[in-house]
C-alpha cells in the first residue's frame, strides 16, 4: 500500500520559515519524480516545485529563490524549505510522486499570517 504522509505545516508570520516533509512507503522512492504541490481556497492546485530521481529541480517562479525542495533517499523522504514567507503562500501543500503512477499525500495546511 503505497503511503505519503506530509508534515510540518502551521501557522507562520510573513517573512518566516517552514520545513515540509513527505515520507513515502510503498514505493521505488529512488525512481520516482517527487514534487510539491499547494491549493489555496478558491483556486486551482498547483505545482511549487519538483525533484527528480537524479536531483534535479524545478520551482514555480512566485517561490523561486525563497522554497528549496530535497530528497533523501535512504530516508525516503521529501522535504520543501520555505522560507520568507508571504501571505500568499497560504494553502494546503501536497505531496506528489510520479513515475508509472502518480500518488497523492493528504496534504498538510500552511498559513502565513500576522
Known amino acids: 500500500q503505497v503511503q505519503l504522509v506530509e508534515s510540518g505545516g502551521g501557522l507562520v508570520q510573513p517573512g518566516g520559515s517552514l520545513r515540509l516533509s513527505c515520507a513515502a512507503s510503498?514505493?521505488?522512492?529512488?525512481?520516482?519524480?517527487m514534487g510539491w504541490y499547494r491549493q489555496a481556497p478558491g483556486k486551482q492546485r498547483e505545482l511549487v516545485a519538483h525533484?527528480?530521481?537524479?536531483?534535479?529541480?524545478n520551482y514555480a517562479d512566485s517561490v523561486k529563490g525563497r522554497f528549496t525542495i530535497s530528497r533523501d533517499n535512504a530516508k525516503k523522504t521529501v522535504y520543501l524549505q520555505m522560507n520568507t514567507l508571504k501571505p500568499e503562500d497560504t494553502a494546503v501543500y501536497y505531496c506528489?510522486?510520479?513515475?508509472?503512477?502518480?500518488?497523492w499525500g493528504q496534504g498538510t495546511q500552511v498559513t502565513v499570517s500576522s
Open positions: 510503498g514505493i521505488a522512492f529512488n525512481f520516482y519524480v
Open positions: 525533484i527528480t530521481a537524479i536531483g534535479t529541480t
Open positions: 506528489n510522486a510520479r513515475k508509472y503512477d502518480i500518488y
